[in-house]
Structures are given as structure tokens and as C-alpha cells.
């Protein structure tokens, strides 16, 4: 069975500083890799994935992640935070191409002015 | 840019009665997938179709829940009877095809608040 962790509840930090959400993943062959947003009582935005080739994938809004195939993780990243990225973020994984994409719980972050 | 329509936004409802959702997917996308996200968690599979038909609704609390997607374009998520615990948002997706390498396109949501 797929997997997703992510094991902060909360990432806190200030705007301009870099910032991580962290994610690893369990999957038996090879994983498709996704990172959601959500906005209070929106939906789910995509924000970018990894299927194959460079380890590091760039998305939206300047954010990108980096699949570590040793590691099985897929940290989102952005050099320099902004106040309105708060939001909850979500990891998500699916094995090849015919699973469905299991959720991870969700990680806040929130960027302070 | 397209969007998977959804609705209503908001529903309050009394235990014991029956509520539905409604959801509209991107034109041509022949997969619809419904999640359910219960606050404070990641949102979880409840079932999806692939065109009319149900691929998967291992998930699914049957004796409650039933879903449809009769002309394998909108879709429609039944409760009967709804419950306390079924206080949640209800996400639905949906992808061109089953084996996308995409992700899913999700709806705005509708947060059923049962009371």
C-alpha cells in the first residue's frame, strides 16, 4: 500500500527567509510525487509533481521539490517565503501511473511579516 | 482556465436527513474521483469512476453513501441518513484519463456541516 508522511503539523518562519515542508513517501515500484495548496474553504491548487527524470522539479509561484530516491522524500522548497503562501499544504503520491493519489495529513505554514 | 464545478459551497443539515453534492468535471475528462477531507487531515478517496463506471469505491460506507455518474459526465454523492461524524469538506476531481501522468483537478469543495 502507498503512503505519504509529513511529519510537521506546522512550519513557521518569516518572509524573505527560505523555507521547507518535508514529505517522504512509501510506495513498491515507482512513485508519481505531487504537491497541493489549499486555501481556507477552497479547494486543492496544484503546485508541481515529479514523475521521472530531474531530481528537482520547479512549480508555482516560485516553489519547487526534491525527490530523493534514498531518502523517499520530496521536500517543497522556496528560496524566499512570502506572506501570502500561508496555506496548507499537502504531499501526495501515487504508484505509476493507475493508483489513485493518497494525501498526506497536511502541513500549515505560516509566514510572518 | 477550466475548473471542476461543484456544488453547493455549504451545506448544514440534521442528522438523520439525506444530503447530496453535485459535481461538474473538466469537459472531456472521462475519470471523477471524490474525496473526503475531515479537518485537520489529508483528503481521502471515497470512489471514482472511470467514465459511468466505478473503478474503485473500496472507501466508500456503503450502507450510507452512494455515488453516480450515470451519462459518465456529472456526478452526483449521496448521504442518507447523514450523520455527526459526516461533518467534513467533500472534494471532487477529475483527470483526463485513469493513468495520467498528471495529477487531478480539484473543485472548490462543499463543506457539509451536519448538526
Known amino acids: 500500500a502507498q503512503s505519504v508522511a509529513q511529519p510537521e503539523d506546522q512550519v513557521n518562519v518569516a518572509e524573505g527567509n527560505p523555507l521547507t515542508v518535508k514529505c517522504t513517501y512509501s510506495?513498491?515500484?515507482?512513485?508519481?510525487l505531487f504537491w497541493y495548496v489549499q486555501y481556507p474553504n477552497r479547494g486543492l491548487q496544484f503546485l508541481l509533481k515529479y514523475i521521472t527524470g530531474d531530481n528537482l522539479v520547479k512549480g508555482s509561484y516560485g516553489f519547487e521539490a526534491e525527490f530523493n530516491k534514498s531518502q523517499t522524500s520530496f521536500h517543497l522548497k522556496k528560496p524566499s517565503a512570502l506572506v501570502s503562501d500561508s496555506a496548507l499544504y499537502f504531499c501526495a503520491v501515487r504508484e505509476g501511473g493507475y493508483s489513485t493519489l493518497t494525501f498526506g495529513k497536511g502541513t500549515m505554514l505560516l509566514v510572518s511579516p | 482556465e477550466a475548473e471542476v464545478a461543484q456544488s453547493p459551497r455549504y451545506k448544514i443539515t440534521e442528522k438523520s436527513q439525506a444530503v447530496a453534492f453535485w459535481c461538474d468535471p473538466i469537459s472531456g475528462h472521462a475519470t471523477l474521483y471524490w474525496y473526503r477531507q475531515i479537518l485537520g487531515q489529508g483528503p481521502e478517496l471515497l470512489v471514482q469512476?472511470?467514465?459511468?463506471?466505478?473503478?474503485?469505491d473500496s472507501q466508500l460506507p456503503k450502507d450510507r453513501f452512494s455515488a453516480e455518474r450515470l451519462k459518465g459526465v456529472d456526478s452526483t454523492l449521496k448521504i442518507q441518513p447523514a450523520e455527526l461524524g459526516d461533518s467534513a469538506m467533500y472534494l471532487c476531481?477529475?483527470?483526463?484519463?485513469?493513468?495520467?501522468?498528471?495529477?487531478?483537478?480539484f473543485g472548490s469543495g462543499t463543506r457539509l456541516t451536519v448538526v
Open positions: 469512476f472511470q467514465d459511468e463506471s466505478v473503478v474503485d
Open positions: 510506495v513498491s515500484g515507482n512513485p508519481y
Open positions: 476531481a477529475s483527470s483526463l484519463v485513469v493513468d495520467s501522468h498528471g495529477g487531478y483537478t
